[in-house]
Every structure is written in structure tokens, then in C-alpha cells.
């Protein structure tokens, strides 16, 4: 699949054929935008500083389950069981209609969880009382996942593309960044706890709002038939650029959700120093290094250097103040894509991740997403809301960018469709800010909603859209 992405590469130049080159994104263009989304940002953040908060402090909604105890064991295999089988056979189902397997796997965890079955119920399959070790095995699977993500996100899909693509994947992130944080301002004093600064809670929406799920992407592009086209080649450049900057975003807020904002920009400021590192020390040195083992089947020093390699860079990004996963991302993307190391973790750890680690995840997910939480009008309003300025924003700013750097109008309402896509990358923001007290499990629950429509949309309209695809 690596291979396949990276031969359309080389036919376009700044992720447009020379034929098509239209009005481009000049770097004053460029920079004006960015320095908007800043302005608008400081503006909405002057103006929500002066919000209180009405709800409770932050934290997990109780399960009320009637758990068993006993063997917490014996209820962490049954749970990962029940979702690994409830996940297959919803992925199958779902198939059927086009949707990603991600979908069948994220509702399995749901389906399972009190939202559907109530909490006695649910209680039974998925014991609040192996919450904890069902959240540990989940950690895990995140971090060998995104650990994943950074080795097929590779940094020639990335490094010299033209301003034109770059301007397209950050206009993705900064039209819907932007909406997210003015949504904030209505949301916060109805949602948010009392104890949550509004800094926090709308750089949280605002990320909330931009992720877009590279991985389901890919697949989405590859079961269409249209990852070997020019569209396939613009949407995954602009996926992979927005990954990168989408995590950035996401080290910087939980940076300041962590620390507060004074201390939340030395947390930045360590977080560059940190990329500079990876990216001017660590990657040369792991490009010697890792040339020689030029072998499919790795020796276990290599397997041993590279785990604690991993593991390493996943605490120092946990020690500077925002999460480890980061660490974990850092280093993948940092270890040359074309070395056997990379191809070798990258084929043999999948499988392992997304089919047993990773439905603890999911299950996890589903214990605390409580859609039950979400009642009446007003608050499904809210919902439809959140579903509608994520989609517009997305839709939106990719739209405008793609139409202004000289795409066709279908090519551009297609590559919105497809970065409004958000998947697992939606439900790893979502859960961290679930974790740091930011969001409630209210909010959550209907963040969780807005990730599935929006993924659950862009099959179907991209096929609409495209109908010969």
C-alpha cells in the first residue's frame, strides 16, 4: 500500500497535474489566512473569558452497572471478546453499504455499552469494575496505533508538495477550527464544567472540529477505486498534512488544559523543542541505524531497540505535558517509511493492534459514551449543531481552498466530502479531552455522534458526487 500511494506522487507537482494549475495561494495569501484564524481565535477567547460555566466539575458519568466482581480477568477477555465478535459482524454488515470497518467496530463498542442496553445490562458484558484495565489495554492499542499511523504517514507525501496543497489541508483546519471555538462561546456556560477554563474548552472544540481521519480516509480512497487518481493523491497529501498539524494543535491544547495558559505555552515551547529533536537529531541517527537491518524478518534487537525506542519517546511527550500518544505518532513519522524496520512493524504489528488491542478501545468508548445523557430537544439541538458546523467547516474551507488553488467544482465538493471524514482520530481526541476533565460526558457523547455521521457520510456522498467512481 506504501508503494501505491507513492507512485501517483511523482505525476503531480504541488498535488496538481501542470495541465490543470489554476489561480494559486500565494504565501501572502497563505499567511493572511493563518493570521485570521489567530486574530478570530484571540478575538472568541477575550470574548468567552468573560463566561462562567454552570456545570458540574468534569468527569466520568457513573456506569450505575450491577458489576460483578470477581476475576477482573475473566471480565476483561470476556469484554474484549464481545467486542471483537459484535465489531466483525457489524463490520460485515456495514460493508455491505460501503462504510469502513472502523464504523462496524466503533458502533460494536457503543452497542455493547449502556447507551443501547442500559447500564444493568451492559453491566454484564462490559463490568465497570474492568473499566480500568479495559482503559490500560486501550492505551496501549492507541499508542501502538498511532505509533502506525507515523510510519505509514509518510514524510515524502508531505515534504515538498506546493503551497497549493498545504493551503488546501490548512484551510480544512482552520475554517472549522475557527467555527468550533465560536460555537464555544454559546456552548461553554450550558456544557462545560465550572472548573474548565474557556481557553481550554474552545482550543478543544476547535481541534474537536478539525481532525480528519487519515487511516479511514486511505481506506475509504482504496475500496472507491480513487487512490490511484488525482484526487486520491490530493486528498491523502492533504490528510497527511493535516494529521501533523492536527496533532500539533492537539499537544498545544492539552498542553494548556493541563498547565493552564501561562504555563501552557512553555508546554508549547517544549513540544517544538522536542519536534526539532526528533525531526534535526533522531531521524538522521535512526536512518543509520536502521539500515542495518535490511531484513524482512527482524532480529529482536531490532523489534527490542524499536519498542524502547517507542516507549521513550511516548513518556518524554508524556513528561513535557501533553499526551504520549504524541511521542508515539513522533516517532513513527520519524523512522525512514521505506526501511525494512518501518515495513516490517508496520505489517506484522496491525493486525495485532486493530484486531485485539484496539476493540478495547471501542469498548472503552462505549462505556462512557452515554447517549442517554443527551435528552430533549434543546440538547439534540445542540447535537444537530455540532454535526452541522463540523460538516460546513470541514466542507467549507476545503471547498474554498481547492476552488482558489484551481480545481474543478466536483473534484473540490469531493475533496471536502472526503477531509470531513474523522473516524478513530476523532474518538483519540474526544477521549483525551474526556480524560483531562475539559469536555463532559454529556458533550462527549455528542462529539462521539457527530464522528460517526460525519464518517458515516462520506461514502455515500462522495459516491453521489461521483457516481462513475
Known amino acids: 500500500m506504501i508503494e501505491d500511494r507513492r507512485a501517483p506522487l511523482a505525476t503531480a507537482v504541488g498535488g496538481f497535474p501542470a495541465a490543470r494549475r489554476g489561480p494559486r495561494f500565494t504565501s501572502i495569501g497563505y499567511a493572511l489566512m493563518i493570521a485570521a484564524g489567530i486574530g478570530a481565535f484571540a478575538a472568541i477567547r477575550r470574548q468567552g473569558a468573560t463566561l462562567v460555566a454552570t456545570g458540574a466539575p468534569a468527569?466520568?458519568?457513573?456506569a450505575d452497572a450491577a458489576a460483578a466482581g470477581g476475576d477482573i480477568l475473566l471480565h476483561v477477555l470476556a469484554a474484549l471478546?464481545?467486542?471483537?465478535?459484535?465489531?466483525?459482524?457489524l463490520s460485515r454488515l456495514l460493508a455491505r453499504l460501503g462504510q469502513p470497518?472502523?464504523?462496524?467496530e466503533v458502533l460494536a463498542g457503543i452497542a455493547l455499552g449502556p447507551s443501547l442496553l442500559g447500564p444493568r445490562l451492559s453491566g454484564l458484558i462490559l463490568p465497570p469494575d474492568?473499566?480500568?484495565?479495559?482503559?490500560?489495554?486501550?492505551?496501549?492499542?492507541?499508542?501502538?496505533?498511532?505509533?502506525?499511523?507515523?510510519?505509514?504517514?509518510?514524510?515524502?507525501?508531505?515534504?515538498?508538495?506546493a503551497t497549493a496543497t498545504i493551503a488546501t489541508s490548512h484551510a480544512s483546519i482552520v475554517a472549522p477550527f475557527v467555527l468550533g471555538a465560536l460555537t464555544a462561546l454559546w456552548i461553554y456556560p450550558r456544557f462545560a464544567s465550572r472548573d474548565v477554563p474557556f481557553t481550554s474548552f474552545a482550543l478543544f472544540m476547535g481541534v474537536a472540529m478539525s481532525i480528519t481521519a487519515f487511516p479511514v480516509l486511505a481506506r475509504i480512497l482504496a475500496d472507491t477505486g480513487l487512490i490511484r487518481t488525482e484526487l486520491g493523491v490530493i486528498a491523502l497529501s492533504c490528510a497527511a498534512i493535516d494529521d501533523v498539524t492536527a496533532w500539533c494543535l492537539l499537544a498545544f491544547a492539552t498542553g494548556v488544559a493541563q498547565a493552564r495558559v501561562?504555563?501552557?505555552?512553555?508546554?508549547?515551547?517544549?513540544?517544538?523543542?522536542?519536534?526539532?529533536v526528533m525531526l534535526a537529531l533522531v531521524r538522521p541517527l535512526l536512518g543509520r541505524i536502521v539500515t542495518r537491518w535490511n531484513t524482512e524478518v527482524l532480529p529482536r534487537a531490532a523489534v527490542a531497540f524499536v519498542f524502547v525506542a517507542l516507549l521513550l519517546s511516548a513518556l518524554a511527550t508524556e513528561a513535557i505535558g501533553i499526551h504520549a500518544i504524541f511521542g508515539a505518532f513522533l516517532l513513527g513519522a520519524v523512522?525512514?517509511?521505506?526501511?525494512a524496520v518501518a515495513r516490517s512493524f508496520a505489517r506484522q504489528l496491525e493486525p495485532v493492534v486493530t484486531v485485539l488491542l484496539l476493540p478495547a478501545f471501542f469498548a472503552f468508548t462505549g462505556m462512557r459514551t452515554r447517549i442517554d445523557l443527551v435528552t430533549g430537544p434543546h440538547q439534540w439541538l445542540v447535537c444537530g449543531l455540532l454535526i452541522a458546523v463540523a460538516t460546513v467547516g470541514?466542507?467549507?474551507?476545503?471547498?474554498?481552498?481547492?476552488?482558489l488553488t484551481g480545481l474543478a467544482t466536483a473534484d473540490a465538493a469531493a475533496l471536502g466530502v472526503l477531509m470531513n471524514t474523522r473516524g478513530l482520530m476523532e474518538l483519540i481526541v474526544l477521549n483525551v479531552g474526556l480524560d483531562l476533565g475539559?469536555?463532559?460526558?454529556?458533550?462527549?457523547?455528542?462529539?462521539?455522534?457527530?464522528?460517526?455521521?460525519?464518517?458515516?457520510?462520506?461514502?455515500?456522498?462522495?459516491?453521489?458526487l461521483r457516481p462513475a467512481g
Do not use: C, E, N
Open 335 to 339: 523512522i525512514p517509511s521505506d526501511s
Open 130 to 161: 474492568a473499566a480500568p484495565y479495559l482503559g490500560l489495554v486501550a492505551q496501549l492499542g492507541v499508542l501502538l496505533y498511532i505509533f502506525i499511523i507515523g510510519l505509514d504517514l509518510h514524510a515524502d507525501l508531505v515534504r515538498g508538495r
Open 262 to 276: 501561562g504555563a501552557g505555552l512553555v508546554v508549547a515551547a517544549a513540544t517544538l523543542a522536542y519536534i526539532v
Open 101 to 104: 470497518p472502523v464504523i462496524g
Open 59 to 62: 468527569g466520568i458519568a457513573p
Open 81 to 89: 471478546a464481545a467486542v471483537i465478535a459484535t465489531g466483525w459482524v
Open 438 to 464: 475539559v469536555i463532559s460526558p454529556t458533550l462527549f457523547s455528542m462529539l462521539v455522534l457527530m464522528a460517526l455521521v460525519t464518517t458515516i457520510a462520506t461514502a455515500p456522498l462522495l459516491r453521489a
Open 394 to 403: 470541514k466542507f467549507g474551507g476545503t471547498y474554498a481552498a481547492a476552488r
